[in-house]
């Protein structure tokens, strides 16, 4: 059950989260608005779209504030591996994409997010996590 409910064709404009964006390059889409939250608790740029369809006209945007690398970070499940892989084809010709890895511990969770992570982890091993996440893939 959808967390947020949008109805189709009804395109957004605006990304939640980008009102707090920090002077980073890097930023964490995510395809909830609680994981997205998450981050931005953890003093990360956390942004969340409101679907993969709307993605396009924001890019501009993105752009404008002058970030480079974006993570993807669907959930753990189908939905969440389709939100990467559509938001990936839409993204990678315009910034460096990766995809958020989960630890090992979770991988046949298919129900986690980041926010199940933060709430697992607690918020010092969660930054911990997310900091040597972004040392070992930001080789861009």
Do not use: W
């Not at 409101?50 to 396009?56: A, L, P, R, T, W």
């Not at 006209?57 to 993570?71: A, D, G, H, W």
């Not at 389709?82 to 995809?99: A, C, I, P």
Request: aromatic share 16%.
């Amino acid at each position: 059950v959808p967390k947020i409910l949008r109805p189709r064709g009804n395109n957004t404009i605006e990304l939640f989260g980008f009102e707090n964006f920090i002077d980073s390059d890097t930023v964490f889409i995510t395809e909830g608005i609680f994981s997205a939250l998450s981050f931005i608790e953890c003093g990360y740029n956390g942004i969340f779209n409101f679907g993969v369809g709307s993605i396009k006209p924001k890019i501009k945007k993105l752009m404008l504030k002058v970030v480079r690398n974006i993570i993807l970070c669907g959930d753990n499940d189908s939905a969440g591996k389709n939100f990467n892989k559509e938001s990936y084809q839409t993204l990678k010709k315009h910034f460096n994409v990766t995809f958020f890895q989960y630890p090992y511990e979770y991988k046949d969770n298919n129900k986690f997010d980041s926010n199940d992570l933060l709430k697992s982890y607690g918020k010092d091993k969660f930054k911990n996590y997310v900091d040597k996440f972004l040392d070992k893939n930001l080789i861009f």
